[in-house]
């Protein structure tokens, strides 16, 4: 059994690999460049439009929800939706939220992008290359984020306690991967361009 599972292993992690490295041969500048664009068009709609973020502050008189905190307690969900009044609720759940929903594929694709373009420089690819995978965790997180908002919206006032406890854990995740793809893109972008620096003429 033991060898069974040390070759589905072997097999995942070399499905992995040709996964990981497929991306670093077909990103272009670019590429990179149109998802850049993407990113910025839909970053603003979402967030300064009236058809997103910008439209439910009207509504709701500037209250936050709960996609910008960095973890809350069932009380404090249930204060902060109660805050939101019931046409911001309406809005947060079926105009907001389904927009939200396609722009952590969107940012996956921008810092993708950003980080194959970087490790394409890196002597050490073969262990960094594992941080493509940050985008992808990142965006997961704001998936599952956003399905315990949406469940805990639709059960108002009585907030299922599983969709809170989910909303808030993802949330958390959320933030710490997408700093740490930062984090990273930075690293990166320093050492590519110290190592360019560094090539005689």
């Known amino acids: 059994m033991l060898r069974i599972a040390i070759g589905v292993m072997h097999i995942n992690n070399d499905k992995q690999n040709k996964f990981l490295f497929k991306i670093l041969r077909h990103i272009t500048w670019k590429k990179a ?23 439910l502050i009207k509504l709701s008189g500037g209250t936050k929800i709960l996609d910008m905190e960095f973890g809350f307690s069932y009380d404090k969900a249930l ?3 109660t805050a939101l009044n019931a046409e911001g609720r ?3 759940l079926t105009r907001l939220l389904p927009l939200d929903f396609p722009f952590p594929f969107i940012y996956m694709l921008f810092f993708n992008g950003l980080i194959a373009l970087n490790l394409k420089h890196a002597s050490n690819v073969n262990r960094t290359k594992y941080l493509l995978l940050l985008p992808a965790f990142t965006m997961l997180s704001d998936w599952i984020e ?12 009585d907030l299922p306690a599983w969709a809170v406890t989910t909303a808030s854990v993802s949330g958390m995740l959320k933030t710490i991967f997408l700093i740490c793809g930062i984090i990273a893109i930075c690293a990166l972008s320093l050492a590519s361009a110290y190592g360019r620096f560094r090539k005689p003429a």
């Open 79 to 81: 204060s902060m939706l």
């Open 33 to 55: 460049v149109f998802f850049t664009l993407m990113f910025a068009v839909y970053y603003l709609m979402i967030n300064y439009s009236d058809i997103g973020g910008a439209g």
């Open 90 to 92: 309406s809005f947060y």
């Open 146 to 157: 956003n399905i315990g908002i949406i469940v805990s919206l639709k059960n108002y006032p």
